[in-house]
């Protein structure tokens, strides 16, 4: 079993949807959780940042982490075309320095 | 003009054949990282480098070979190349005590 499992879909939406990612890790010790966006022929980019347990909000995106699951989500809310890309969760332990990444969802938001 | 850039974008070679991936960054980072995508198998760690001395195997190193000529170059070596190496290869920095890392716009690699 991988550290880090990340259904790669596609996931396929319509334009307005809201729209929800994640992950499941297996390993306590992660405490930092981020997600990566990857547009087509194009290298990571990241997204959204979080420390431990919690929620933190950008505009139309929410990450939340709840450790007592070992489970992260990404919320879109509003979704749009220009969101149709590969996200890739990651995390990585405290005092570590190299994270460990999901597989990636490809997301596909059609008109 | 882009923070972190790499060469080629785009290579096919033969089995058997030495090939070098290059990296090279202009946003002052002292760490870079390797690492190769492959559908369904997401980002896989190569190798990585915390300074210019310091080169650390990753999760697959094995085929790969390094090298670190300054701060900002760090070439990625595939000294016989075999098919189940053709992917998308990605360079990454980051800045010490950071979390994030900031990739190059990766180079596709097909082995024949």
């Known amino acids: 079993q991988k550290e880090v499992e990340q259904d790669p879909g596609p996931l396929s939406v319509p334009e307005g949807a809201i729209v929800s990612l994640n992950c499941t890790y297996s390993?306590?010790?992660?405490?930092?959780f981020m997600w990566y966006r990857q547009y087509s022929r194009k290298g990571p980019e990241l997204l959204m940042y979080t420390y431990s347990s919690g929620n933190k909000e950008d505009g139309r995106f929410t990450a939340q982490v709840d450790k007592s699951s070992k489970y992260i989500s990404l919320f879109i809310r509003d979704s749009q075309p220009s969101d149709s890309a590969t996200y890739l969760c990651?995390?990585?332990?405290?005092?570590?320095?190299?994270?460990?990444f999901g597989r990636g969802t490809s997301l596909i938001v059609h008109p | 003009d882009a923070d972190v850039t790499q060469t080629p974008r785009n290579r096919i070679t033969k089995t058997g054949k030495r090939i070098m991936l290059e990296c090279s960054q202009t946003?002052?980072?002292?760490?870079m990282y390797w690492y190769r995508q492959d559908p369904g198998l997401g980002l896989r760690l190569i190798y990585y480098s915390f300074d210019v001395k310091d080169i650390n195997k990753g999760e697959i190193s094995d085929g790969y070979s390094v090298s670190r000529q300054a701060q900002a170059k760090f070439s990625l070596s595939l000294e016989s190349a075999i098919p189940n190496q053709t992917a998308l290869y990605f360079c990454a920095t980051s800045d010490a005590g950071s979390y994030e890392q900031y990739f190059g716009p990766g180079t596709r690699l097909t082995v024949t």
């Open positions: 946003k002052g980072h002292d760490r």
């Open positions: 390993n306590s010790a992660f405490q930092y």
């Open positions: 990651a995390m990585k332990k405290g005092g570590s320095y190299i994270p460990t």
